[in-house]
């Protein structure tokens, strides 16, 4: 068991947080030139020119293009139409077609938000050429600046997600099967004759659980900090603070599920059940924003969701309790209730 | 004595795990129909000679003949001929008790029609009639144990093996249990049981008693009290046990 | 060995908890997926702290909160009020518009925004400040086309590929389907396996004239059979509740689901010959198998990101190989003539892991 509980987690932490970027480096594209005009070869010299696009090379014809991406050889078409030179002098006017592999929609609009970005880019560059009197550059000049993360790294993002999963799965896995465990080698009769109570009952099930997760956030942490170089920007004891009652509100979870299931493999499904549920909707991998409201009222029961907010808000931001105290209050009471449920459903005549 | 069928000859078997030998140069013969007691302490090496003669595990040297079949060569053709009763009983809990009898006569290839009457058979015998569609869980312990008896018998094997087969059942129930025993071996069944229980020892035909891997006596309970002055097959064991000290 | 099998139901239908976890997950997953876990952004908050307050700057505001990307949380008043507001975690981008933007615009030229971006989550931070940039230069480049006397521009036909309505479903379903036969496959038989060695069963069933191989099979199929029914219900749900398409030969996508499960199930086998007990095999198939399955198999983060360490170990992940394939077969709609260098890669794993497991049952029958 040691290795599963300490080793394990570790290791994956390490691995694991090195996985998860959405970031887009790489847009390979195909060009499908059937003008191949000067204005031509200068737009597609600002595709091949930008650090997010690469290009794949020139095909005689849409099909062959189309065929690329199904070989999963592009990400992008970018078709050009025989006039289109003609058509910019002439008519002032001409269109390229942009086909983008759309398997992963977010990806493929971003994709595509780059691709009409350098387009833009390029309409700008001919208005100011034709007309140098009335423009002299840019009219307007944006400059972002991207808070508490600046190289935008996806590591410091991760690592405190991961973190927090990892010692939540731990929690929920160790106390979920702890209870149901007696029951099942009957070791359980031996402490219900015993004249502890219910309540010291769970609190012992409980303290070594979360000695162990603590442990295993304390591993974490360090790593991060000497792996990963991440520095928490906010007051680590107030992380402490708040994962101690987040830990409790985790492994009455747990506990509560021990007392309703009658084998470990019941108490296994149902608990990975939750978690599976709990872990996707809770922030860690997807925005929360952009799903829709009753998903975002769902989370209101779930635990992760407010702890992972929470955690990044005092790890990268800084923020302090006054800035959580709301969600921190909601996971103390659900905590609070949790450990109850446990205590009531727990029976000393099982 | 010299007379009856051999079932179960073993001459010089040897198992070693690495370095360790369970088993050193064991050598007995059990006859047809028969109840031959094999005790000994944990870790004597019980459990693993009968693995070998079960043909679960396959012995490092020696001859092992069980019902006229060399185990070593042909372990599969072994396993049609014995039955099996562990000390977990083996039995499946979810299911119900003609479910159980109905999955083991399928696995010792039973037709359909022997299935129903064997079923009937140990139902009216050991009078369980209404329980056959409960659900093994919900039966007494004493009565899994009977049924479990009676599914490794279901293919009337030439010989079952018990692996402490009366494990945390009381007095009565052991009792009765060895009536189910008895009866077998009435019958024609060779039975070849590992236990604990001493005074279960005095009910076998014969008994082999086992530590640290070899065999320190055998013979009938009679004439073991007898060799060794003791009063009891208890007392036998702890003087065996004793010497090896 | 039809006894196995209908004992293996059995003890699948008496435990109603069981069921409800093989078929109650796989389809609150894909719900979830398709209703409510999308990697776009929609609804982002954002502040607003507009120094100028005129013509251009309510213009450009006006035009930003009409995308769906965007919604107003509030207007600032301060630069003080930027930093509160981040640390709350209420807003996840702020617009600054400098003072006088209208008339500088005018009479210099030029005018400066700046977008102030919550970057804890770099995904969405780079997102937002893509589509506020695109957003602004769409309103730069209408007004510079106004005022030109010749409007010269090119414009853009976009055409999505396979999924034209950016549906974030097309993305999961794959990956659920992957994740799920892995689960049903690798951890169910596993756990049943080690459950019948605890139990002391798996002694009897050694010691009766079945084979090794047929209790192995006996055990198996079962399963075989519930991941289909869940294969087929995931399909269902995809394409009549999500309008997710089947491009592809439906036949193929059997074959090919078949014989994933192959592999997952001797997987499972061999995870069963290496654990004890239930518990460890559950924390293997689960710790090992799970966080892996999903996030190294390119199900929601994009492999080509990863960095070359991690894509190599991508590599030995069979889940990885499979999503490829269904993604090629319900989203391309190609043939096998497209995936069969990944076909050949789970051939070979399942080969492989019954090898495996094959050898290493024997020797545990020895000891």
């Known amino acids: 068991m040691l290795p599963i509980i300490f080793i394990i987690p570790i290791v994956q932490l390490l691995v694991l947080s090195y996985t998860a970027t959405f970031e887009i480096k790489n847009v390979r594209f195909v060009v499908v030139d059937q003008d191949h005009s000067s204005e031509s070869r200068k737009l597609i010299d600002k595709f091949s020119g930008s650090a997010f696009f690469t290009d794949m090379g020139h095909l005689p014809d849409y099909k062959a293009a189309e065929n690329a991406v199904q070989h999963d050889d592009a990400d992008q078409i970018i078709v050009i139409e025989p006039d289109f030179e003609k058509d910019l002098v002439n008519e002032h006017h001409a269109q390229i077609q942009l086909v983008t592999n759309a398997i992963n929609g977010s990806a493929a609009s971003l994709m595509n938000a780059y691709a009409i970005s350098i387009i833009n880019n390029f309409n700008k560059e001919i208005l100011i050429k034709k007309l140098p009197l009335k423009f002299k550059g840019m009219p307007i000049q944006l400059s972002s600046s991207f808070w508490y993360n600046p190289e935008l790294d996806y590591i410091t993002y991760m690592v405190p997600g991961i973190l927090v999963l990892l010692v939540t799965i731990i929690a929920m896995f160790l106390s979920s099967m702890n209870i149901v465990k007696e029951k099942e080698i009957g070791t359980i009769e031996q402490l219900n004759v015993t004249p502890i109570t219910k309540f010291e009952f769970i609190a012992g099930k409980l303290i070594p659980f979360w000695i162990i997760a603590m442990i295993d956030l304390l591993i974490g942490l360090t790593l991060a900090r000497f792996v990963f170089g991440i520095v928490i920007v906010g007051n680590p004891f107030l992380l402490l603070f708040v994962t101690s009652v987040y830990l409790v509100l985790v492994l009455g979870m747990g506990l509560l599920v021990s007392t309703l299931t009658n084998t470990m493999q019941q108490a296994m499904f149902i608990s990975w059940f939750f978690l599976v549920i709990f872990i996707l909707m809770s922030g860690l991998f997807t925005p929360i924003e952009s799903m829709p409201v009753w998903a975002q009222q769902l989370n209101a029961i779930n635990p992760l969701a407010y702890f992972i907010k929470i955690n990044r808000m005092i790890m990268l931001k800084g923020s302090g309790f006054a800035d959580f105290q709301r969600d921190f209050y909601i996971l103390a009471a659900y905590a609070v209730l949790m450990l109850g449920f446990a205590t009531l459903r727990y029976r000393k005549r099982a | 004595m010299s007379q009856r069928e051999t079932i179960i000859e073993v001459k010089d078997l040897v198992k070693k795990f690495g370095s360790f030998t369970a088993n050193d140069r064991l050598t007995f013969d059990v006859y047809r129909g028969e ?26 040297s020696g001859k092992v003949m069980v019902a ?171 003087k065996i046990a004793r010497n090896v000290e | 060995m039809w006894a196995f099998i209908k004992k293996e139901f059995l003890h699948i239908f008496r435990d109603p908890r069981t069921m409800v976890i093989l078929f109650g997950l796989p389809l609150a997953q894909v719900l ?31 035009k930003l909160l009409s995308s769906h990307y965007f919604l107003l949380n509030r207007y600032l008043k301060s630069d003080a009020d930027i930093k509160p507001a981040f640390r709350k975690g209420e807003v996840k981008e702020v617009l600054v518009f400098e003072r006088d933007f209208a008339r500088k615009l005018q009479k210099e030229g030029v005018a400066k925004v700046q977008i102030l971006l919550d970057a804890t989550e770099p995904n969405t931070a780079n997102i937002l400040d893509a589509y506020t940039r695109g957003i602004i230069n769409t309103y730069v480049l209408q007004r510079m086309k106004q005022s030109a006397a010749i409007p010269i521009s090119i414009g853009v036909q976009n055409k999505m590929l396979y999924n034209p309505q950016l549906k974030s479903v097309y993305m999961f379903v794959p990956g659920v389907i992957t994740v799920l036969l892995m689960l049903v496959s690798a951890m169910m038989t596993s756990i049943s396996i080690t459950r019948e060695k605890e139990l002391g069963t798996m002694e009897a069933l050694l010691a009766s004239p079945v084979k090794p191989g047929h209790i192995i099979i006996g055990k198996v199929v079962p399963y075989v059979v519930l991941s289909f029914i869940n294969l087929i219900s995931i399909l269902l749900l995809s394409v009549f509740v999500f309008g997710m398409p ?100 789970i051939f070979s794993m399942a080969l492989l892991f019954i090898g495996l497991s094959i050898k290493k049952f024997s020797v545990r029958l020895e000891e």
């Open chain 2, 68 to 238: 006229g079949i060399d185990v070593s060569h042909h372990p599969e053709k072994v396993k049609r001929k014995i039955g099996y009763m562990s000390q977990f009983f083996s039995l499946y809990n979810d299911m119900t008790v003609k479910e159980n009898f109905r999955f083991y006569g399928g696995i010792y290839g039973l037709s359909a029609k022997k299935i129903r009457e064997r079923t009937q058979f140990y139902l009216d015998k050991l009078d369980m009639k209404s329980y056959e569609n409960m659900l093994l869980k919900n039966i007494p312990l004493g009565w899994k144990q009977k049924l479990a008896f009676s599914l490794a018998n279901i293919h009337n094997p030439d010989i079952i093996f018990l692996d402490e087969p009366t494990g945390g059942v009381d007095p009565i129930t052991r009792r009765q249990f060895w009536e189910l025993i008895y009866e077998a071996a009435d019958q024609g069944t060779t039975v070849f049981v590992t236990t604990h229980y001493m005074d279960e020892a005095e009910y076998c035909e014969r008994v082999s008693i086992m530590s640290e891997g070899q065999i320190k006596a055998l013979g009938k309970p009679k004439a073991l009290k007898e060799q060794f002055g003791a009063a009891t097959m208890n007392d036998v064991f702890l």
């Open chain 3, 32 to 62: 979830l997926f398709g209703f409510a876990i999308t990697n776009d952004i929609n609804n982002a908050h954002i502040a607003i702290l507009d120094h100028s307050k005129d013509v251009v700057t309510r213009e450009i505001t006006r």
């Open chain 3, 246 to 345: 089947i491009q592809g030969s439906i036949g193929l996508l059997l074959a090919e689901s078949l014989l994933f499960l192959t592999m997952a199930l001797a997987l499972g086998i061999l995870i069963s010959t290496v654990s004890k007990t239930q518990q460890q095999a559950m924390l293997l198939s689960m710790f090992a198998l799970m966080l892996p399955t999903i996030l190294l198999s390119g199900f929601i983060f994009p492999v080509e990101n990863m960095p070359v360490v991690l894509q190599y170990l991508s590599d030995i992940m069979p889940s990885r190989w499979f999503i490829i394939i269904l993604k090629n077969i319900m989203l391309k709609g190609v043939g096998i003539t497209y995936f069969w260098k990944e076909t050949l890669i």
């Open chain 2, 35 to 60: 109840i031959f007691g094999f005790l000994g302490a944990n870790g004597a090496g019980k459990t693993t000679a009968m693995k070998i003669l079960s043909g679960l595990s396959r012995p490092t």
